[in-house]
């Protein structure tokens, strides 16, 4: 088994790629070898000393036949310009979204032609491909039977990557397995350009003394999901069989990730609840249009079934969310600590 990573340096990128890393199994049977790309890679990431890790650096779309260059089995393309830095710079997200999909497929396309595997290609996608326009009620619950209608640039391109991939499945190129990713929170570290990063930063910052800034309403309600709920779905879905018994997976439909319904309102009391005053007080609330704009079109509320039907179920609330993010930190710090005398 031979596994490939795109944006392996990224936060959810080094958080699969950890768990790979550990379990040493996917889709029951060994990991022999596992391709970590990305734009950047830093020396002392984890995972690039592993026996089992090849570290392929640079644009993917200049190297796809480093990553090819053995039979890949497996795929998971998490690599992808974010949503607000997609709106401030179209060609960017076009390249990095839509033109390296389409060469990834490409790619992929020719280790077929060549005698060689069929891939899965488990793709990140998002929430985003669903937008509601503000003269529009919203959908009152979301599957995957809704009308996806993005009001970004990030959704649209993340859509059609979302239906080439469907294409490049029916005609065998690759194993398509679509998650639609909802916002993962607490991201710990520096804040990404996506339009969400506020709502990790609105309890990140303040737990390390720093003062944050809310741009929405309080009272707009997100879908979130922590990062191991979000890696797991990833894991799921590569090593979920196709058919159309329980527990399979049927058709080329993407999977809307499991999500909890939850008021930015909500998030603030849980961190006050949980860290006190003092620290709570460190957000300040500061609309921003543009921010409201991204974020407010999102839906919020989704309906979990075909996530449920393969074993994956969103967090119970966000305290579970904030306490598997104080418990990561805390074994940061411990391993972070310089050994003692």
């Not at 990128?13 to 550990?22: H, K």
């Not at 737990?207 to 191991?228: E, I």
């Not at 989704?302 to 393969?310: H, K, M, Q, V, Y």
Request: charged share 20%.
């Amino acid at each position: 088994m031979r596994i490939a990573v795109t944006g392996a340096f990224g936060f959810l990128g080094s958080r699969l790629t950890a768990t790979l890393l550990e379990q040493r199994m996917l889709c029951g049977a060994p990991i022999e070898g596992m391709v970590l790309a990305d734009r950047i890679v830093h020396d002392d990431a984890a995972g690039v000393d592993d026996p089992l890790v090849t570290v392929v650096h640079g644009d993917l779309s200049d190297r796809l036949d480093d990553l090819f260059a053995d039979p890949v089995d497996v795929i998971f393309h998490l690599a992808a310009a974010v949503s607000a830095e997609c709106e401030e710079d179209f060609d960017l997200g076009m390249h990095a979204n839509l033109d390296v999909t389409r060469a990834l497929l490409d790619a992929a396309r020719g280790q077929c032609a060549a005698g060689g595997p069929v891939p899965r290609l488990v793709f990140s996608s998002s929430l985003a491909v669903y937008g509601m326009h503000p003269d529009q009620p919203p959908a009152s619950l979301v599957d995957e039977s809704t009308l996806p209608t993005p009001r970004t640039s990030y959704g649209t391109q993340k859509l059609i990557c979302e239906q080439l991939i469907a294409d490049c499945t029916r005609r065998g190129f690759v194993d398509g397995r679509v998650a639609r990713l909802m916002t993962v929170a607490v991201r710990p570290g520096k804040a990404n350009a996506a339009a969400s990063a506020f709502l990790s930063a609105i309890i990140r910052d303040p737990l390390a003394g720093l003062s944050a800034t809310c741009p929405v309403d309080p009272g707009l309600q997100v879908a979130l999901a922590s990062p191991q709920r979000t890696v797991r779905g990833l894991v799921r879905l590569a090593e979920v069989s196709r058919g159309t018994g329980p527990g399979q997976l049927s058709g080329t439909a993407p999977v809307n990730l499991p999500a909890l319904t939850v008021s930015v309102t909500d998030m603030l009391a849980t961190l006050r609840q949980a860290a006190g005053d003092t620290v709570a007080d460190l957000v300040t609330i500061a609309p921003d249009p543009a921010v409201e704009a991204i974020v407010g079109s999102w839906p919020a509320a989704f309906d979990n079934t075909r996530a449920a039907a393969l074993g994956l179920h969103p967090d119970p609330d966000f305290a579970s969310v904030l306490r598997h993010h104080l418990a990561d930190q805390a074994v940061t710090r411990t391993t972070d600590e310089p050994p003692r005398p």
